[in-house]
């Protein structure tokens, strides 16, 4: 598990308050939304402000691929790497 990968998770927990999981307890590659993790459009919501707030990544809710960046964990780390503005 990569170290953003791990960031991801803890930050899913902690926006979430989600007390009974540990980042080991979620699977990378399944689902975030639904029979995976059981995440909501209410957490949805919650989860890309936490995202946009710690990575300085701008979410646009209307975008067709959103939906897609947010499927599970290697999904997130992947959008996250690629628009997280350059640490100088």
Same mark, same amino acid.
């Given at each position: 598990m990569s170290r953003l990968q791990l960031e991801i998770k803890q930050l899913i927990i902690d926006a979430l308050g989600l007390e009974?999981? %540990?980042? +080991?307890?979620? #699977?990378?590659d399944e689902p975030l939304f639904g029979d995976g993790l059981? @995440?909501?459009? #209410?957490d949805?919501? +919650?989860?890309?402000?936490a995202i946009q707030k710690r990575f300085g990544i701008r979410i646009d809710a209307e975008a067709k691929?959103? $939906?897609k960046h947010f499927a599970n964990v290697?999904? @997130?780390t992947a959008f996250v790497e %690629?628009? $997280?503005? %350059? #640490?100088?």
């Open positions: 009974d999981i %540990a980042p +080991e307890d979620i #699977v990378a059981g @995440l909501d459009s #209410v949805a919501l +919650e989860l890309g402000l691929d959103t $939906r290697d999904s @997130l %690629a628009n $997280r503005p %350059a #640490v100088a």
